[in-house]
């Protein structure tokens, strides 16, 4: 009897069973039985899994049906551990060190090579240099597939034109050696700058010549910069040097489709220019001539998500592999930016004094005993006198930029009569008024608490000791009656504003570019941002108010409210922003934190701490400290610091803490490599 015929015979639910069986078995069917491709046999897949002590590439026979679109770096199905996972193929070979019979490769998804030998070699490094995963870090760089996309072909580039070199270094006169080094990237060199732009420069214009200079020597060119603004800006100014076509943008929020149209422009060589935010850090662009990053300080450029790299050293580890130029630019300069230049690896590119006394004039409000004098409550109020007369008299020529730290209408609540601070009696959580008319609420749970009283002395009144954006806009409307006032912040930033004269109150980093530069920039409760208990709160409100006062017209008045005596509010008086990095890189190493050292930190809950630290083999070096108790998030948290020449010896000893809790099956904690708030 056939075993069709068999089959007829059987019920309809057993006829069933065994054709699912059947099915189960061919997909389970001996290696042996399929034919293996007799050229290079063996691909090496490294699997999507998230385990760390399985971060390494597995061995898969190629079936000779595959052998021609199996490639490294396509992506491929594999059979692992019981089920069906993603990978990528990283190298194919002719023999194998197992001893076993190997699982043949499921199915190839796609034969488009989308991981690129320098981009698998950069996750490498990464994952070593952030104590991650390999499978982590290429979640980040490879964007996911968009079938319909791949299957269309790129469009070529436009033929390029001639590339006027000196436009460019008209552009760039004022941050010297400029020319040198404009020069040296025309000539395929590789040179590498840390740049403090003066303000009132139009830096997205400077940074599209240098990626000119580069593409006329025949290379490609990735430019990094915080967020969506910011890449608008430089994809018009790379327009106008360039022309329309050559260059892409990445983001994170372009949509799947037009990311991944994008990103194979690049990686199939028809775009060699990349602009985007730290999603394009991994573009894999094709004879790499240039990496720059704008405003490396900006929170924007830290990785959220494990392992947690920053865009600026991702950058910088593709110049050291790839052989590039690498610009390191901003209009205040970071400790690890000084540190580079300090260390020899980078050079300086600067404005001379002449010119940053020309562009730029900054005070304090009650600074002066003039001021006093005419104003003794000056210093006490959050807008002096002095202020409401350098808004007037601003109007009167152009727009002026309110820059205040905080967002909302009141966000921080306390006692009227005792200062306590007001508290949610459901959760605890800090009390806001979201409007003029609303009630106070909950930040955290978000319960409105109408009948709130204080805790401490029964009083029921509450005063605002920090004001938002909607709130100041509101007491500047009442000053300037006949003044238009707008805001920008949050989920309703103000890319750009016109020449008029308006008052625009802004957060950090919602600052919209004003036509021709605003005739005054005003910089209110300048204490906050320093108040911050942060290893960077200083380095930070410097960073932030100098964004915001080269936002100003040439000669335009930049007026701060606060300690005319604190070193940072001193250090924008004199725009001498590189001393300030310099004094905070001297205290910092006296007190042994980075740059000069190197630190990682261990969350979690208390048990699974204390196991990881017992677990952990630091270098002899390394200085554990605490763990102690933190509240964002939850738990308890130590510290582990090594000097710097230590810090690939720290990276290792947690990564094998990482494989460790990974095979024994530990909870989880998470390992942070030199985290950008501490």
């Not at 104003?375 to 152009?398: E, K, N, Q």
């Not at 005063?463 to 100041?472: I, K």
């Amino acid at each position: 009897m056939t075993d069709h015929a068999a089959e007829e015979d059987l019920l309809p639910g057993m006829r069933d069973a065994v054709k699912a069986s059947r099915a189960k078995s061919a997909r389970h069917r001996p290696a042996d039985r399929v034919e293996i491709s007799e050229v290079d046999p063996v691909a090496q897949v490294l699997v999507d899994v998230p385990l760390a002590h399985l971060d390494r590439p597995f061995d898969y026979s190629v079936p000779a049906a595959m052998a021609g679109d199996a490639v490294p770096g396509c992506r491929v199905k594999v059979r692992f551990a019981g089920q069906d996972v993603d990978g990528f193929v990283v190298a194919r070979a002719d023999k194998t060190d197992h001893s076993g019979r190997l699982q043949p490769l499921r199915r190839v998804v796609s034969a488009e090579p989308v991981l690129s030998p320098a981009i698998a070699d950069l996750s490498a490094r990464l994952a070593e240099r952030y104590a991650g995963t390999r499978s982590d870090v290429l979640r980040l760089a490879v964007p996911p597939r968009h079938a319909t996309t791949e299957k269309a072909a790129s469009d070529p580039a436009p033929p390029q034109h001639a590339i006027d070199l000196e436009a460019g270094r008209q552009a760039w006169a004022g941050h010297e050696p400029s020319a040198g080094f404009l020069d040296h990237l025309a000539r395929g060199a590789t040179p590498r700058a840390v740049w403090s732009a003066a303000p009132g420069t139009d830096w997205p214009a400077l940074l599209a010549h240098a990626v000119a200079a580069t593409y006329s020597s025949g290379r490609g060119a990735l430019v990094c910069v915080p967020d969506r603004r910011d890449v608008e800006r430089v994809s018009a100014a790379l327009s106008v040097v360039l022309g329309e076509g050559h260059h892409v943008e990445l983001t994170a929020d372009s949509g799947p489709a037009a990311r991944y149209r994008d990103f194979l422009a690049v990686l199939r060589g028809s775009r060699r220019i990349v602009v985007g935010t730290r999603a394009a850090s991994f573009a894999p662009v094709r004879d790499l001539g240039l990496v720059a990053i704008w405003d490396d300080g900006d929170d924007l450029h830290a990785e959220p998500r494990a392992p947690y790299p920053h865009t600026r050293e991702t950058l910088l580890l593709r110049a050291e592999a790839e052989g590039s130029a690498a610009l390191v630019g901003g209009v205040a300069r970071t400790v690890e930016a000084e540190y580079l230049l300090r260390t020899g690896w980078a050079r300086e590119l600067a404005p001379p004094r002449t010119l940053l006394r020309e562009r730029v004039r900054v005070s304090v409000a009650g600074a002066s005993d003039h001021e006093l004098r005419r104003d003794p409550h000056t210093r006490a109020a959050r807008i002096p006198t002095t202020v409401h007369d350098a808004i007037r008299s601003a109007l009167v020529t152009g727009p002026v930029l309110v820059q205040t730290p905080r967002s909302g209408y009141a966000s921080t609540l306390a006692c009227e009569r005792c200062r306590t601070p007001a508290r949610c009696t459901h959760c605890s959580g800090p009390l806001l008024i979201g409007a003029p008319t609303s009630p106070p609420s909950c930040r955290w749970c978000g319960e409105a608490d109408e009948a709130w009283s204080c805790p401490v002395c029964d009083h029921r009144g509450l005063r605002a000791p920090v004001l938002g954006d909607a709130r100041t806009a509101e007491e500047l409307g009442r000053a300037f009656p006949g003044a238009t006032v707008r805001t920008s912040s949050g989920d309703r930033v103000v890319a750009r504003v016109d020449a008029r004269p308006a008052i625009v109150v802004a957060t950090p980093g919602a600052e919209p570019v004003a036509e021709g530069g605003y005739a005054a920039v005003v910089l209110l409760d300048t204490w906050l941002p320093l108040a911050r208990a942060d290893l960077r709160a200083a380095e930070e409100a410097v960073r932030r108010w100098a964004n915001a006062a080269a936002l100003a017209a040439p000669g335009g008045q930049v007026v701060a409210v606060g300690d005319p005596g604190h070193p940072a509010l001193q250090a924008l008086v004199r725009w001498d922003l590189p001393g300030f990095t310099g004094r905070e890189i001297r205290e910092r190493q006296e007190a042994h934190l980075p740059p000069a050292s190197r630190l990682a930190t261990i969350t979690g809950e208390p048990g699974p701490v204390d196991d990881a630290l017992t677990l952990l083999a630091p270098p002899p070096s390394a200085e554990v400290l605490g763990p102690v108790e933190v509240l964002e998030p939850a738990g308890s948290r130590a510290v582990i610091r090594v000097p710097r020449a230590d810090g690939a010896a720290l990276s290792r000893s947690l990564t094998e803490l990482q494989r460790l809790r990974s095979a024994r099956k530990l909870d989880a904690v998470r390992v942070q490599v030199d985290p950008p708030v501490l």
